[in-house]
């Protein structure tokens, strides 16, 4: 074996690929020499976009591997005004259409068009400098003849007297090779041997030498070719990787995140599924195999795995919704527990406001209990968000009643004085929370007390007016009034002339407006913000669609979401933040969420074209379907992303879980289709929510079912809720006791840890 550091370390050794002297230039040159041009001394330099053109090969080599890296050469290539478009050589043009005519008219036997292709390159490369043909002219021409040869040779029907491997150093030699040959070799490698990894670093390395030394390598047309290709660039990548890791495995040596790394042009580990769809394509799925990788890589991020660090609180910053914030925030504390340490206030601090924006006051609440039971002093930071808390309108909207409000408005003014008496200094956000919160609750005169008092005395003095006026108008608005707030706008925006009301103000104006489906305001209201340069979020983009779809409706025309998205996207201050893949996902969940179906319809019809392989759009539009519209449309979007984005269990278990409220037998059906599936199975997410649906429905004898089948698998994980959920049935069904014994080791092996 090859020591992986040797391999990772991508130490370049000169003479690795053997270069062999061409053999048979006075045949070759009879040979092509009769059918082409003749010769002559007075042709023009071609001129290429890379402008490789005026030096014959031995110098281009020379000037290829002293010359900036690849990434460099390529930004600076981009700069330059495009040039002409190279005509082809004739030359170059006919000896590749004769060998192209040869592989294409070939069956069985091969040995011809490997020889015509292995001469003609040859007589290429001896005319190479009096015709001036670039490396990159003959690469173009010859790499997808190569890669037709190339795929011949592999089918069991064809001979050739020469192995793949010579095949490959041919191509390397006359510098027609490409990345996607050597990536086939190493996969033909792991289906001939499971555990021949380090003969995969081999290729990887071999195809990194070769490449690293032709920027113009890069091209990846395979045009006129007739075989299939699915190749793409990070697929060598993602499999040498998977064999590193595999290989540290094998040889039980410590797997290097860092040199895993290294296989990476972004210097980054690709996530799981990238790394399964290229092990897919290939051919080469392992599904054991590849749960050692997983686990692994899981293990390993464990126990490098800093809770307390900078990464934690961006994960926190990042995660999408509470279930996994949740998630994520019990490991963070399992760790912390394992290794006898604190969670740090800031990660509090980061979970706090997660939470609040998730609308979550009790965990915010509940968080900064944990803080003021640590002995630790809480900070300014933490105080924020528990104001902000208290006085969120959703809140104070839940407590009905005055009275109920009234005490709610006492416990926020004896927070004050707590925050006060500990000597906690106030900021400019705290100002500003307060100010708000005092607006929620209706007290304007208040708030004004306390803009009088603290807000020309603190840092960034015009911040916090902003912060104010913000606050001021939101609590107008929520308190329905309306007109006031809108005087006191143009009131604010007269008096202070930088001041900008921030998007969530204007996202309380346009919301009050369509609950009353006055769409001139919200036109208005749109224009005002165009003309203010005041960003649109994707809640108010959402709430501009569903605008247009109500008022159209409203007078009996059809809306033409196509030219009203175009009209948004090209907008002044939208175009140009964030109408991206994400964000047109967001807006097709808020108008799903919205319960308007039409407009998600429309949305998805002219979002899929742009992004066909987009899990979020799909997985949304799918969810749509089976929870709002059409079940077979829903069904539809579930075929093709298996088929065409990816097929995995969470897409199996979103499918299933909210089918089984439309159409029973149905998720039954896939249920069942499922289990028979030769890449997925079963976890134990689609058993809870198989449960879940049959224990409310009270089918008894098909929860049975499901609780026998439980009992015959093995799994490492039986997930935290359906233990739980199983032995609560204990009372109504007869679970039997191997399954019972398997969730109790299980959780044995948690209390362990």
């Not at 592999?154 to 010579?166: A, F, W």
């Not at 195999?289 to 390993?300: A, G, I, Q």
Request: aromatic fraction near 12%; hydrophobic fraction near 35%.
């Amino acid at each position: 074996m090859i020591p992986l550091r040797q391999i990772v370390g991508r130490t370049t050794r000169s003479g690795f690929l053997q270069i062999r002297s061409a053999s048979k230039a006075g045949t070759i040159a009879l040979r092509y020499q009769s059918t082409t041009s003749t010769t002559t001394n007075t042709a023009t330099p071609t001129t290429t976009p890379d402008n490789d053109n005026s030096k014959p090969s031995s110098e281009t080599v020379k000037t290829e591997q002293s010359s900036l890296p690849k990434a460099t050469q390529k930004g600076k290539q981009d700069k330059k005004a495009p040039s002409k478009k190279t005509p082809v050589n004739p030359k170059l043009r006919d000896i590749s259409g004769q060998i192209k005519e040869t592989i294409i008219q070939s069956t069985t036997d091969l040995n011809e068009a490997y020889s015509i292709l292995e001469e003609g390159i040859t007589f290429l490369r001896e005319i190479q400098k009096s015709e001036n043909i670039t490396d990159r002219q003959i690469f173009k021409e010859f790499y997808p003849l190569a890669t037709e040869l190339f795929n011949l040779a592999q089918k069991p029907e064809t001979t050739i007297d020469h192995s793949l491997n010579d095949i490959i150093d041919m191509f390397v030699k006359n510098k027609i090779a490409h990345s996607m040959h050597f990536i086939q070799l190493a996969a033909n490698a792991l289906k001939q041997n499971s555990e021949a990894y380090d003969e995969v670093l081999q290729y990887w390395f071999k195809s990194f030498e070769y490449t690293k030394s032709h920027d113009f390598l890069y091209v990846n047309n395979f045009n006129g070719i007739k075989t299939k290709i699915e190749y793409q660039p990070y697929d060598f990548t993602n499999l040498a990787i998977y064999a590193y890791v595999q290989s540290c495995i094998a040889q039980k040596v410590t797997y290097s995140p860092v040199d895993a790394a290294k296989f990476s042009p972004s210097g980054k580990i690709p996530p799981f599924y990238h790394i399964k769809k290229t092990l897919e394509v290939l051919d080469i799925y392992d599904g054991k195999k590849f749960r050692e990788y997983c686990n692994l890589l899981e293990t390993d991020s464990q126990e490098r795995f800093n809770p307390n660090g900078a990464s934690s609180i961006k994960k926190i910053e990042n995660t999408p919704d509470k279930k996994q914030l949740d998630k994520f925030y019990q490991n963070v504390v399992d760790i912390c527990n394992k290794r006898n340490i604190k969670v740090d206030e800031k990660v509090i601090v980061a979970l706090m406001q997660r939470y609040f924006q998730f609308d979550e006051y009790n965990e915010v609440f509940s968080l900064f209990e944990t803080i003021m039971n640590s002995g630790v002093k809480p900070s300014i930071d933490a105080w924020n968000i528990v104001i902000k808390a208290m006085t969120n309108p959703s809140r104070i909207a839940s407590f009905g009643g005055k009275a109920k409000q009234q005490e709610l408005v006492q416990n926020f003014e004896r927070t004050l004085q707590t925050i006060v008496s500990s000597g906690v200094q106030f900021n400019g956000e705290t100002v500003g929370a307060i100010v708000s919160g005092y607006a929620n609750f209706g007290q304007f005169d208040k708030a004004q007390e306390y803009i009088d008092k603290y807000a020309k005395g603190v840092k960034d003095n015009g911040a916090v007016i902003s912060l104010c006026n913000d606050g001021i108008l939101r609590g107008l608005v929520y308190n329905g009034k309306i007109e006031e707030a809108e005087s006191k706008l143009k009131q604010f925006m007269e008096t202070y002339p930088q001041y900008k009301p921030h998007t969530h103000v204007m996202n309380d104006f346009l919301n009050y407006y369509a609950k009353k489906k006055n769409y001139k305001a919200i036109n208005g209201i749109t224009n005002f913000m165009r003309k203010h340069n005041i960003a649109e979020n994707v809640s108010i983009k959402t709430t501009m669609i569903n605008a247009y779809f109500e008022s159209l409706h409203a007078i009996g025309k059809t809306p033409d979401l196509s030219s009203f998205l175009a009209k948004m996207e090209s907008s002044e201050n939208a175009g140009k933040r964030g109408f991206n893949e994400q964000m047109h996902s967001t807006l097709l969940k808020g108008l799903i969420q919205g319960a308007n179906i039409e407009a998600a319809r429309q949305l998805f019809d002219i979002l899929k074209s742009r992004y066909p392989r987009s899990a979020w759009l799909n997985t949304n539009m799918m969810v749509g379907e089976l929870t709002l519209g059409n079940v077979k449309l829903g069904e539809d979007i579930f075929n093709y992303y298996i088929k065409e984005i990816r097929n995995e269990p969470i897409i199996w278990n979103t499918f299933i879980h909210n089918l089984l409220a439309r159409d029973e037998k149905l998720a039954d059906f896939y249920f069942e289709k499922m289990k028979q599936d030769s890449q997925v199975q079963p976890n134990f997410y689609t058993y809870y929510f198989m449960l879940q649906h049959y224990r409310r429905k009270a089918k008894k004898d098909r929860l049975q079912q499901l609780v026998n089948e439980l009992a015959e698998v093995d799994w490492t994980s039986y997930g935290t809720s359906l233990p739980d959920f199983i032995k609560r049935l204990t009372n109504y069904l007869d679970v039997p006791a191997s399954l019972l014994s398997k969730l109790d080791k299980q959780q044995a092996t948690v209390d362990k840890q």
